[in-house]
């Protein structure tokens, strides 16, 4: 299946899934920065087949059955693997996104064991679609643009309820807008949220990097 639009030239990255299958994911040559797989995607995703959240040797999988939405999806590659372990996924992204994960979706079905559907969502808007509260709401690389930083949050406040545990994987930058654009972020999220940040004892053992955090973050009641 080729991708629609502008995004018609695309090339493949491979993500070894902990059973040896292979995520096959399309990146575009052109396109905005959505239509690459960013690292902090990667550590995520990888993080999620972790033995706290899925070991099959011990029967635990927290994801089986489990209402999941990824914000800022890009590419689709976190939301994927969450189905491939059982989830039911919403991966979301802004209009122009929207063929890209499709492709991904398509390309992937024969290990998606749950369910995924690409929807549009933009930050800030209206969430009533994908109420009521899902269990998780993952996002990967999202803190990067500073006009995004209040609707952001306000998504993850219309969107998350008192159970819903959101995933935030970023890659803390030094350069440029990037420190303030992240100082914005917590000090807004700080208002309404909690968190706690993952260890790299707890995250996969090949996939994390110093500068990729992993925070769990919840509502405050
Ligand atoms: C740096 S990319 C990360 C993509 C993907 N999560 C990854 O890590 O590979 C940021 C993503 O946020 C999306 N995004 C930016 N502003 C948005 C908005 N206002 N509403 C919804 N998505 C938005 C972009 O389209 C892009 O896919």
Redesign the pocket.
């Known amino acids: 299946m080729a991708a629609q639009g502008d995004y018609n030239t695309y090339f493949v990255r491979e993500i070894e899934k902990n059973d040896g299958s292979l995520l096959k994911v399309s990146q575009c040559f052109i396109g ?3 239509c ?3 690292d ?2 990667i550590v995520l995703a990888k993080y999620l087949e972790t033995k706290q959240f899925y070991d099959p040797s011990s029967g635990v999988n927290i994801w089986a059955g489990r209402r999941v939405v ?6 689709g ?2 939301g994927l693997m969450a189905a491939t372990l059982g989830a039911h996924v919403s991966v ?3 209009e ?2 929207q063929s890209l994960l499709r492709v991904n979706i398509h390309d992937n079905q024969i290990l998606i064991s749950g369910s995924i559907t690409a929807k549009v ?4 808007e209206d969430v009533s679609g994908f109420l009521p509260p899902p269990n998780y709401i993952l ?4 803190i ?2 500073e006009q ?1 930083i209040t ?2 949050v306000k998504t993850l406040k219309l969107l998350s309820g008192p159970e819903t545990c959101i995933i935030c994987c970023y890659e803390q930058r030094t350069e440029g807008f990037n420190p303030k654009v992240e100082k914005q972020f917590f000090e807004l999220l700080r208002q309404s949220f909690n968190w706690e940040e993952i260890p790299s004892s707890k995250q996969d053992s090949d996939f994390s990097s110093p500068d990729i955090h992993i925070l769990h973050v919840r509502k405050k009641v």
């Open positions: 905005d920065v959505g690459v797989v960013w902090a995607a990824e914000l800022g999806a890009g590419t590659v976190v979301t992204d802004l122009d996104l969502l933009k930050w800030g996002m990967a690389d999202c990067y643009y995004s609707p952001l």
